[in-house]
């Protein structure tokens, strides 16, 4: 009987590794080549797609059968001979779990875990269909759906980009990122989130509970924010000591992190402290931008979040709440200056469009944006994929269409160093050599 069960085991280990040597090769014909956003546009490449993986790109057209695949192998053709095919987008700043909405508060405590898992898939689809195979989530109330919704995509169950997630945001109680402000003392007590942390003690157990559930990376709000509940202001909120505990804690346990800001004090502190980038930046001066370039951290302008908070406080219907509004049109009309001032000044500049305040699928008209603050187009495109990648820390796989990295590409059928707003209508996604979308 044990000579039969090893006998099986055996069958079944070469059988497994047989079907383990066929390959599926996605081959694409590109017209026009963008493979590393900053150099040259090439034209008539192809680029080959092993199990996901770019393996080379190549000078012309190569059919099927010059790209030395076996007879077991699976080989797809693409033609995008007439497109112009650059990496996957990359935002670096997304709410992947919702939407903003008038009923948003009421939702908070309407939805359920698996509501909110259920209501990210369907904006994870319109994601990557915009061209977005990679997101970073900087912050969900939810720490489970966030995670299920990562690990889904992961594993090919839901259709989405790939995404980085930091769960819950570290917060001071009553600050932007409690979520619980304006609600009853009961309902508050239920939706308390793990990120809110007072002390220095506090913030490095709120930073390892977030490790502890799977984040991938930390985001703390080292400022107050526009839609947060409250007529707190938008300058700093944690002391300097806890700023240092967050980041401290967050790089001894292999995180990135990056901070929420748009007070100037805050926007410094954060820096000094060892953040790697600054999400929203408004208020930045000469010494952010000092401190931004001897660290080497990034810049997130999120300039479509600040289009998208001024069209609603100035319209009379608008759902915001009164401190909403007030902040709004205070922040939304000077976030064009500041990433023009941070580019003319050589900071690094990451894509992220805060998503979710803006809605699901519309992310590539940040492109635009970037162009209207001083930015090239392909300066503008650059930020959505190699310094996007070099921000996640992702450089090593993601960024370009070059060997070793994950077969993940885009195309068009206008020329976007042209025409930006190209950009805003994909013709061609494709993730880890699969192709979501085609002309």
Not at 82 to 96: A, E, K, L, R
Not at 212 to 230: F, W
Request: glycine share 12%; proline share 3%.
């Amino acid at each position: 009987m044990l000579n039969t069960i090893k006998y099986a085991v055996f069958t079944a280990a070469i059988l497994h590794a047989g079907l383990a040597t066929a390959a599926d090769y996605a081959v694409i014909h590109a017209g026009r080549l963008l493979a590393e956003p900053g150099g040259a546009v090439v034209q008539n490449r192809t680029v080959v797609i092993k199990d996901g993986v770019v393996e080379r790109v190549a000078d012309g057209f190569l059919d099927g059968s010059a790209i030395g695949a076996n007879a077991d192998d699976t080989v797809t053709v693409h033609d995008l001979k007439n497109m112009f095919v650059m990496p996957g987008f990359i935002d670096g700043h997304v709410h992947i779990l919702s939407e903003s909405n008038p009923r948003g508060r009421l939702q908070r405590v309407e939805m359920s875990e698996g509501d909110l898992a259920m209501a990210g898939a369907g904006f994870a689809r319109k994601t990557l269909m915009a061209g977005f195979t990679t997101v970073r989530d900087v912050g969900a109330g939810s720490s489970d759906a966030i995670f299920a919704l990562r690990d889904g995509i992961a594993k090919g169950d839901v259709i989405g980009p790939r995404i980085f997630a930091s769960g819950s945001t570290i917060s001071v109680t009553g600050g932007h990122g409690d979520g619980t402000q304006g609600y009853r003392d009961d309902v508050a007590e239920l939706l308390h989130q793990s990120g809110v942390c007072d002390g220095v003690g506090d913030c490095r157990k709120a930073v390892r509970e977030q490790v502890r559930r799977g984040a991938d990376h930390i985001k703390l709000t080292a400022t107050a924010g526009v839609l947060s509940n409250t007529a707190a202001g938008l300058e700093q909120q944690f002391f300097e000591d806890e700023l240092k505990a967050i980041i401290d804690s967050s790089h001894a346990m292999g995180r990135k992190v990056t901070a929420h800001a748009h007070g100037v004090n805050g926007i410094n502190a954060a820096l000094r402290a060892g953040v790697d980038s600054i999400e929203h930046g408004t208020y930045l001066d000469n010494e952010s931008i000092r401190l931004f370039k001897r660290n080497g951290a990034f810049l997130v302008p999120t300039l479509l979040a600040g289009e998208t908070v001024v069209e609603w406080a100035e319209d009379p219907e608008s759902f915001l709440l009164p401190p909403q509004r007030a902040k709004a049109l205070q922040v939304g009309p000077i976030m064009h200056d500041m990433a023009r001032r941070a580019h003319e000044g050589g900071v690094k500049i990451a894509f992220g469009t805060d998503t979710g305040v803006s809605k699901h699928g519309d992310n590539a008209r940040e492109f635009a944006l970037l162009v209207n603050a001083g930015l090239t187009p392909m300066e503008a495109i650059r930020s959505a994929t190699i310094m996007s990648a070099e921000n996640l820390g992702m450089s090593n796989v993601l960024g370009t269409i070059t060997a070793g990295k994950f077969g993940d590409i885009v195309a068009v059928d206008g020329d976007p160093l042209s025409d930006i707003t190209e950009l805003e209508d994909i013709d061609f996604v494709m993730k880890q050599g699969i192709a979501y979308k085609a002309p």
